[in-house]
């Protein structure tokens, strides 16, 4: 939450984090992570608001399809110089790849 909500930060105040999931990748679905503008949200997308540890808070938004594929997924975040950044564990993915990055249902 931390690693997001610093971020977040960086990228001002009307920027939202969008997740969600499309065709591609080694396993047949890939993990999306991008800032858009507040105003790009949409009526039907799920909106979560955080508050990290040190205060600052986010959102996170994501449209309904793709919460079918990501819900109760899990995200961290290391800093390893091999296999760090962001990775996923999705508890609803049949098999993953060997990046992390894409998954299958």
């Known amino acids: 939450m931390q690693q997001l909500a610093k971020l977040c930060g960086e990228q001002g105040e009307n920027q939202v984090l969008r997740v969600g999931v499309r065709s591609g990748g080694c396993s047949g679905m890939s993990y999306t992570m991008d800032f858009v503008p507040a105003s790009d949200t ?6 979560y608001e955080y508050m990290a540890a040190d205060g600052q808070s986010f959102r996170v938004i994501c449209d309904p399809k793709s919460l079918l594929y990501i819900y109760g997924m899990q995200l961290d975040f290391s800093t390893a110089l091999i296999g760090g950044g962001f990775n996923f564990t ?3 993915a049949s098999q993953t790849c060997g990046c992390g990055s894409s998954f299958a249902v």
Not at 42 to 47: K, P
């Open 42 to 47: 949409l009526d039907d997308d799920e909106t």
């Open 90 to 92: 999705n508890p609803n």
